[in-house]
């Protein structure tokens, strides 16, 4: 069965309401602003040893972290540029304070695992599985990508989290990959 638009809508409103209830923090558009801290969700994360529940608190208590987002992983512009950015600067961006660089993307830990093998990062980012886009969601930056047969996914940002505090965020307009870039993020770093 179909919801009708007007349905869906109030659906969706709904949901954005108990969000913002639960994760106060986040402005009225529901997007996290820098100053404000990172929700407390759980992400599963592929390890040598098996994946791992990890909780916000876990990921980005006490350090300073790279955070970068895209909407799939194998997906053309993420595969090509926006993992590669910051594999390549890694070395860049840690000689700039950064002790940590994580990517999250709204795919199960079995193909961020898999992504993170073929790119050959596995040692080098975290790879952060947001399976059902709570993460995404409580941060307000979660994006509708079913005309394209994709479902709920993330839209492309970077941030820089001292503390789960986040300091500076970059949010891409659809079908842009510019600001979210490595080389933004460390033109933002002292």
Known sequence: MLLRPSIWRKGVLAYRAMTSYIFPQCE???????????????FNVPTTEGMKQLRTGDVFG????????VPGAFTPTCSA?????????????RAKGVDAIACTSVNDHFVM?????????VDEIVMLSDGSADF???IG????FSKFGMGAR??????????????TINVEEPGEYKVSSAEHMLTQLS
């Open 28 to 42: 009225e558009d529901g997007m996290i602003k820098a100053g404000e801290q990172l929700p407390d969700v759980a």
């Open 62 to 69: 006490g350090k300073t972290v790279a955070l970068f987002a």
């Open 81 to 93: 540029k926006h993992l590669p950015s910051f594999k390549e600067k890694a070395g860049e961006l």
């Open 113 to 121: 695992s898999a992504w993170a093998r073929d790119q050959g990062c």
């Open 136 to 138: 995404a969601k409580a």
């Open 141 to 144: 930056l979660d994006a509708d």
């Open 154 to 167: 993330s839209k492309r940002y970077s941030m820089i989290v001292k503390d789960g505090v986040v300091e």
